[in-house]
C-alpha cells in the first residue's frame, strides 16, 4: 500500500510560480510510474504530467507544456511539479497518484494509488 501526500498549492496571481510535492510512504517509490492529474469542480479529472520509474522522459498535456517541469527524487520518495506562468485555468485541485505500470498512462484509471489533492487557485 502505498500513501501519497500533496503539498506547496495555494493561492497565486497569474503569471507566477508554485512548486507541488508529493511524498509517498508504504512501498518501494522506484517501483512505481507517477503522475499529476487536476480536476476542477464540476469537470472530469485531467492528465497533467507523468514520469517513468526512474524519471527518464517526462511528458505533458499539451496544456502545461513548456510551463510546468515534472520531477522525481527517488532517495526523497518525492515527486515535484514545478508550475511556471499559472494562468487563471490552471486553478484546480491537483493530486498525485501511482501506478506499478512501465510506462505511465494518461488514463487515471490505470493508477492505483492517490494522495488527497492540494488546491491551487491562481487569481487575475
Known amino acids: 500500500q502505498v500513501h501519497l501526500v500533496e503539498s506547496g498549492g495555494g493561492l497565486v496571481q497569474a503569471g507566477d510560480s508554485l512548486r507541488l510535492s508529493c511524498a509517498a510512504s508504504g512501498g518501494t517509490f522506484s517501483n512505481y510510474a507517477m503522475a499529476w492529474f487536476r480536476q476542477d469542480p464540476g469537470k472530469e479529472r485531467e492528465f497533467v504530467a507523468a514520469?517513468?520509474?526512474?524519471?527518464?522522459?517526462?511528458f505533458y498535456a499539451d496544456s502545461v507544456k513548456g510551463r510546468f517541469t515534472m520531477s522525481r527524487d527517488n532517495a526523497k520518495n518525492t515527486v515535484y511539479l514545478r508550475m511556471n506562468s499559472l494562468k487563471l485555468e490552471d486553478t484546480a485541485v491537483y493530486y498525485c497518484a501511482a501506478t506499478p505500470i512501465i510506462t505511465p498512462p494518461r488514463n487515471s484509471n490505470n493508477y492505483n494509488y492517490w494522495g488527497q489533492g492540494t488546491q491551487v487557485t491562481v487569481s487575475s
Open positions: 514520469i517513468s520509474r526512474i524519471g527518464w522522459s517526462p
